[in-house]
């Protein structure tokens, strides 16, 4: 934990940012307005990167946190985890896929894959706020 700065509500803040983005960046490529999908998701590809920066350093300097909760809530918590993290594993290609295709404008190919991508992605970001939330609490609260 760096002085101050608690990574784990970083890293929530930055999954939870990470989803307001690509939920917009959907929605301005259904309204066909292209320049502000373009930086919106640009800006979630930005804050994942951010993202996991910040969960890699945290995890390396403290290792894996053990869920408190028991029974249903733990099974629960387990069963988030769980697809959280295989699907995880798969956003970083996915997403710089997606992304190079749009770059290159290979359009009929960035739509084909970004069907897929988002859905992932987006389950992803909201999940990882979710198991933050599980295992800290709501900072607020």
């Given at each position: 934990?760096?002085?101050?700065?608690?990574?784990?509500?970083?890293?929530?803040?930055?999954?939870?940012?990470a989803a307001v983005?690509?939920?917009?960046?959907?929605?301005?490529?259904?309204?066909?307005?292209?320049?502000?999908?373009?930086?919106?998701?640009?800006?979630?590809?930005?804050?994942?990167?951010?993202?996991?920066?910040?969960?890699?350093?945290?995890?390396?300097?403290?290792?894996?946190?053990?869920?408190?909760?028991?029974?249903?809530?733990?099974?629960?918590?387990?069963?988030?985890?769980?697809?959280?993290?295989?699907?995880?594993?798969?956003v970083p290609f996915?997403?710089?896929?997606?992304?190079?295709?749009?770059?290159?404008?290979?359009?009929?190919?960035?739509?084909?894959?970004?069907?897929?991508?988002?859905?992932?992605?987006?389950?992803?970001?909201?999940?990882?706020?979710?198991?933050?939330?599980m295992l800290y609490?709501?900072?607020?609260?």
């Amino acid at each position: 934990m760096l002085e101050g700065i608690h990574l784990p509500t970083v890293n929530a803040s930055l999954n939870a940012l990470a989803a307001v983005f690509l939920l917009f960046g959907f929605y301005f490529i259904r309204n066909r307005r292209i320049a502000a999908h373009r930086a919106c998701m640009l800006t979630a590809f930005a804050c994942s990167v951010l993202f996991l920066i910040s969960y890699l350093t945290y995890h390396y300097q403290v290792g894996s946190v053990r869920y408190q909760g028991t029974g249903t809530v733990r099974t629960i918590y387990l069963t988030i985890l769980a697809t959280h993290t295989v699907l995880a594993a798969a956003v970083p290609f996915l997403a710089v896929i997606t992304l190079v295709r749009a770059l290159r404008e290979r359009f009929n190919r960035h739509r084909a894959i970004a069907r897929w991508t988002l859905p992932i992605w987006l389950y992803v970001s909201v999940t990882g706020v979710v198991i933050y939330l599980m295992l800290y609490g709501a900072p607020w609260a």
